[in-house]
C-alpha cells in the first residue's frame, strides 16, 4: 500500500508540472499581448501629442497650394480639343497618303526593275519607251501560231496576265487571215507591254503618268509610229455588248484574285485584231496599270456577242 500510494504522489506530481507549464505558457502569451498593446498605445499617444502640428503645418501649405492652382492654366474648352483632334487626325491621313503613294511608287520601280531584266534591254530614258523597243519586242513575239503568240507573250511579257483560254484560237488558225492576224496580235501585245512597263516608269520616277498614258490608247496616240494604230484599240463597248444579260456575260472574264476578289470582271476595253468580216477576232482586257502595273487578258477570239450579232 505504501508503495502504491508512492506511485500515485509520483503521478500527482507530474501532473501538476504539466499544469504549471501551461499555465506558464499561458502567462507568457499574455505577457506578450500586453507589450503590442502598450507599443500601439505609445504610438497613439505620440500622434495625439503631434496633432496641433500636423494642424498648423497643413494651414500654413493652405495658402501656397491655393496660389499654384491659381497659377494653373485653365482646361481647354471643348471646341478646342476638337479642333486639335481633326487636325491631329488630318496630319495622319496626310502621312497615311504619303505612304501609300511612297509604297505605290516603290512598287512601281520593282515592276519595272523586273519587266526590264526580263526583257534584257537596257533602257536609254526611264521616263520613256521609243517605238524600237516594242518592235524589239514584236519579234520575240512571233509564232506559227496564234496560240503561240500568246504563249510567247506569257514568257516574254511580265507585266501582262493571259487568263484566256488558248484553246478559243483553234477555229481562228486555218483562216487565210491568220498570218495577217498573227502579226496584228504581236504587235498588240508588244504594244500593252511596252505601255505598261513606261507608265510603271514615269510612276517609279516619282511623279504621275501623264495624259498621254491615261489608258493604251492614249499611249498609242503619243507615239509617232506606233505599231498598235490608236483606232483598234477600243475603250468601251456598245448599250447592247456592255448590258444585256447575254453581251455581259461573254464579257465578264477571269482575273487575279489579287486584282478583284471575286476572281472575275467585265473587260469592255478589247482591240480590233481582225476586221469587220466574221470571225472578227478580238483580244478583250483589262487595264490595272494604276493598281497592280498589270493588263490582263481576258479573251482572245472570235467576235463576242453585240447588237450586230445575228
Request: proline share 5%; hydrophobic share 35%; glycine share 6%.
Amino acid at each position: 500500500m505504501l508503495e502504491d500510494a508512492v506511485e500515485v504522489g509520483k503521478e500527482l506530481v507530474e501532473l501538476y508540472k504539466k499544469e504549471a507549464g501551461n499555465y506558464k505558457r499561458l502567462a507568457e502569451m499574455e505577457r506578450g499581448r500586453r507589450r503590442v498593446v502598450e507599443a500601439r498605445l505609445r504610438t497613439c499617444s505620440k500622434l495625439l501629442a503631434e496633432g496641433p502640428d500636423l494642424e498648423a503645418k497643413l494651414n500654413s501649405m493652405i495658402p501656397d497650394l491655393v496660389q499654384a492652382a491659381a497659377s494653373l492654366p485653365s482646361p481647354p474648352e471643348v471646341s478646342e480639343l476638337q479642333t486639335r483632334l481633326e487636325a491631329t487626325e488630318k496630319d495622319r491621313d496626310t502621312l497615311a497618303e504619303l505612304l501609300d503613294t511612297a509604297t505605290k511608287e516603290r512598287d512601281a520601280a520593282l515592276r519595272a526593275r523586273d519587266a526590264a531584266i526580263a526583257r534584257l534591254q537596257p533602257r536609254r530614258r526611264e521616263d520613256e519607251q521609243s517605238s524600237g523597243d516594242a518592235e524589239a519586242l514584236k519579234g520575240r513575239l512571233h509564232a506559227p501560231t496564234l496560240r503561240g503568240v500568246l504563249e510567247q507573250a506569257q514568257r516574254h511579257c511580265p507585266s501582262l496576265v493571259i487568263t484566256a483560254d488558248l484553246d478559243d484560237t483553234k477555229k481562228l488558225e486555218h483562216h487565210q487571215k491568220a498570218p495577217h492576224w498573227r502579226d496584228r496580235l504581236a504587235a498588240t501585245l508588244a504594244t500593252m507591254q511596252v505601255y505598261a512597263e513606261t507608265k510603271d516608269l514615269a510612276q517609279a520616277s516619282g511623279g504621275r503618268a501623264g495624259h498621254e498614258l491615261a489608258n493604251l490608247k492614249a499611249y498609242c496616240t503619243s507615239q509617232s509610229f506606233p505599231l498598235l494604230a490608236e483606232d483598234k484599240v477600243i475603250l468601251s463597248e456598245g448599250q447592247t455588248a456592255s448590258s444585256s444579260p447575254r453581251g455581259k456575260a461573254q464579257r465578264t472574264l477571269r482575273v487575279p484574285e489579287y486584282i478583284d476578289p471575286s476572281g472575275k470582271a467585265v473587260m469592255l476595253e478589247h482591240i480590233r485584231i481582225g476586221d469587220g468580216a466574221p470571225p472578227a477576232p478580238r483580244l478583250h482586257y483589262l487595264d490595272d496599270t494604276n493598281k497592280s502595273g498589270q493588263l490582263v487578258v481576258g479573251f482572245f477570239g472570235d467576235h463576242r456577242y453585240n447588237a450586230g450579232t445575228n
